[in-house]
């Protein structure tokens, strides 16, 4: 029966701890220097430290689902908050690097259980009229997580260094799970389903309405890191823009939810690729002129409030909600994973121009994905 008034308190409760989750990339992704002097002997394996919880999600992503489902959605969810903050506090003793590496593949786990579980449960606390832009605020939760983290850091800092950053992670964690356990909705989500690794790969990949929501999010994944990490150097940026960037982001993606409400998903990402080709031309042939990245990352920001609400949109049952969310997590982890290392070699060999065109055409590929994704959805 189809819900007649949103949750709004349990939507806002769910965000937060997104914005704990995404703070499990960002509180070493921004405090890289400080790691590295914490582990002088790691080398080259530090920064990969950040990558490890990504790399979890591409290995287990289209399995999560299916185990959030079999396990019940308040338990997947407060057990991975638990997970998550006692595994932080464990790194705020800063252990030796390989069983840090080790704390960090657990905490992708816990990761990826969390980014399954609270959209499949947003989507289904939600109205009918409000859930597209339900999940568009839930698209904004990377975004906004690392702008608040990169404003506590230098309080956290001061405090006492890594060691409070991750104290305070790991608290708010176990914070978040207290509190949010006894607003969730105790059954399970839906009766139990085995779970076989191969299997949930096959289901999803071949399964038009479970793949649509990923088939254009793991474009918009290849690019939104990359750029961020390219465009500042391409074009000298200041500091301010690059603070901006993000931000242009969550207004435009919260946009994309409102949209959402009067165009089909389907349709709404091939409108932001589109755009964002046009956008890409503009930042080429305007450079060095500031103004179009923020038109640039503002009509980017359309494709991830539409992926999400492609969630809900093409399946109605929470079983497949939540495998469609595992398979959006796992090439989400692809996209951001393979992105920027592409985009820094084309940059190199050929400058804003190839970074331009490559962004191009990744779009027309998301364009053509989607479009042929939504001809095979009856």
């Not at 914490?38 to 992503?61: D, F, K, R, T």
């Not at 465009?231 to 949209?259: H, R």
Request: proline share 6%; with cysteine; aromatic share 8%.
């Amino acid at each position: 029966m189809a819900l007649q008034k949103t949750n709004w308190l349990l939507v806002f409760a769910l965000l937060v701890a997104g914005l704990f989750a995404a703070a499990q990339f960002g509180k070493l992704t921004l405090t890289l220097p400080l790691l590295r002097d914490a582990y002088p002997e790691g080398g080259a394996l530090v920064p990969v430290l950040i990558s490890i919880v990504g790399m979890v999600g591409i290995a287990l992503g289209a399995v999560a689902g299916a185990v959030v489902a079999r396990v019940g959605i308040a338990r997947a969810l407060t057990g991975a908050l638990v997970a998550g903050g006692l595994l932080s506090l464990i790194e705020a003793t800063l252990p030796h690097i390989s069983v840090f590496a080790l704390l960090r593949a657990a905490e992708g786990v816990s990761h990826l259980a969390i980014v399954v579980a609270v959209p499949t449960l947003m989507a289904s606390i939600a109205s009918d009229k409000d859930r597209p832009v339900v999940m568009g605020i839930w698209a904004t939760f990377f975004g906004i997580s690392i702008a608040i983290t990169a404003a506590l850091l230098p309080w956290l800092l001061s405090m006492g260094g890594l060691k409070a950053v991750f104290l305070a992670h790991g608290g708010g964690m176990l914070v978040m799970a207290a509190l949010l356990f006894p607003l969730l909705p105790k059954g399970r989500i839906s009766r139990p389903v085995p779970v076989s690794y191969w299997a949930e790969h096959r289901i999803i990949y071949t399964t038009p309405r479970l793949l649509i929501p990923g088939g254009g999010f793991v474009w918009y994944t290849s690019l939104y890191i990359a750029l961020l990490a390219v465009l500042p150097v391409a074009l000298a940026l200041p500091v301010w823009v690059i603070t901006a960037l993000p931000l242009i982001s969550i207004v435009g993606t919260l946009l994309g939810g409102f949209l959402g409400k009067r165009l089909a998903p389907d349709r709404l990402v091939i409108a932001g690729f589109v755009m964002t080709i046009v956008a890409s031309a503009i930042v080429y042939f305007a450079s060095p002129a500031i103004w179009p990245l923020f038109v640039l990352f503002f009509v980017m920001a359309l494709i991830p409030a539409a992926s999400f609400a492609a969630i809900p949109h093409f399946n109605y049952d929470a079983t497949d909600r939540a495998r469609a969310t595992g398979g959006i997590a796992q090439l989400g982890n692809v996209g951001t994973t393979t992105g920027t290392p592409i985009f820094v070699l084309v940059f190199d060999q050929a400058g804003l121009g190839g970074v331009c065109l490559l962004m191009s055409m990744i779009c027309i590929l998301g364009i053509v994905l989607t479009a042929l994704l939504r001809a095979r959805i009856k």
